[in-house]
DNA sequence: CGCCTACTTGGCATTAACTGCCAGCAAGAC
DNA sequence: GTCTTGCTGGCAGTTAATGCCAAGTAGGCG
């Protein structure tokens, strides 16, 4: 119900934001510093640390609500579909919810450029990975002779998203003028086509 | 001319990592400060930050070397053997190359359960992932109607890093009691055996 | 042995990312 | 209008990390 408070909080997150990916771009990840952005974004330090809990959050900070989205994607997606088909479904509805597409190309840059945020992007992604396993296990055929079900779930959803890591590596390598989802497929094809 | 001076240096580094990890695991990662490990292990904090150049590489410091031999090891491997298979026996060199189980053990615990660690983890990881996607391209048959060679040498590169991982969480939360080879062999089955 | 050079070590100051605390102010409820 | 609630900003403090400089020590040389 707290209308006015929520909707100037939206207002100062976006100029924050947009305020720090400008920075980041023009100088630089490492040579921005926290105080420089309160400054030229208008607000105390203090509180853009109330905003942000960390400056990698700047960044990276919409992950989480994206992994929910994914979840519940994967878990729609009708029975019979496979595991693979499934996650597939459920990064085509991400692809679709993200930021515009330069935006999504600058913060891309900016990730695979500066190894400490690729880090950290990474490591935050693994915490909604591991909500995705059950999900994922739960479509398996337990047949015999396979791994434990949750050995093969976890191995699956790790490599969806190395390969979605590696896919957006390679797009914003080139500027995204080849799709994205072309480009998960080749590398999904690379690793399961035998031959 | 080895002398004394890179002698007591081995001596010092044994030391300070000693006490590091002991302190790392009494009281966590996070709760032990530079200050105290420099104190316990009788060294000024300016000195110990000569030898490790940040915390992190108290932990993940020899990370470096063990890519260097996995890189030297696969390019070692015959060539007519697949970038998987090279892969594979890189891995297998480097599980006898690293800390004895129960140091190997307790590293592993404190990186996973360590956000911050797990992200320097990472990152070095992705360092040697990128020096060995030109040494699996030049492995790659380049036959027609496949996906362009550094994208299949990449997206390789990153699903056995993403089930080396797996299976290195796997193992480290049985205690080590399931073969690490063994669980690398089942993640990679459930990614690439169809049906 | 005595000296000189090369290299290491430790202390001091500084920076940058955070965190806790407290006072002031503005929004919303009554 | 007042009163409560919760946001905001300043200030001080902690921790990791870096640069600088003075002091010490190993090792070669006359």
Redesign the pocket.
């Known amino acids: 119900?707290?209308?006015?408070?929520?909707r100037?909080?939206q207002v100062?997150v976006q100029a924050i934001l947009d305020t720090a990916v400008r920075l980041f771009a023009e100088q630089g990840y490492?040579q921005?510093?926290?105080?420089?952005i309160a400054r030229e974004a208008?607000?105390?330090?203090?509180?853009?640390?109330?905003?942000f809990?960390?400056?990698?959050?700047l960044v990276c900070g919409d992950q989480e609500a994206l992994g929910e989205l994914l979840k519940r994607t994967v878990e729609q997606q009708p029975a019979e579909m496979s595991a693979w088909d499934a996650l597939r479904a459920g990064f085509e509805v991400i692809l679709t919810a993200n930021h515009p597409r330069e935006r999504a190309l600058e913060l891309s840059r900016l990730i695979f450029d500066t190894p400490s945020l690729h880090a950290r992007y990474i490591e935050k992604r693994l915490r909604w990975q591991a909500e995705l396993v059950p999900v994922i296990r739960a479509r398996l055929g337990n047949g015999p002779g396979r791994p434990a079900p949750d050995t093969q779930a976890k191995a699956i959803v790790a490599t969806v998203f190395a390969c979605i890591d590696t896919a957006t590596e390679l797009w914003a390598g080139h500027d995204g003028r080849i799709d994205l989802a072309d480009l998960y497929d080749q590398c999904l094809a690379a690793v399961r086509d035998h031959g």
């Open positions: 119900m707290t209308t006015l408070w929520e100037s909080r100062a490492e921005t510093t926290i105080a420089q208008g607000i105390s330090q203090r509180s853009l640390f109330r905003y809990g960390t400056k990698e959050d």
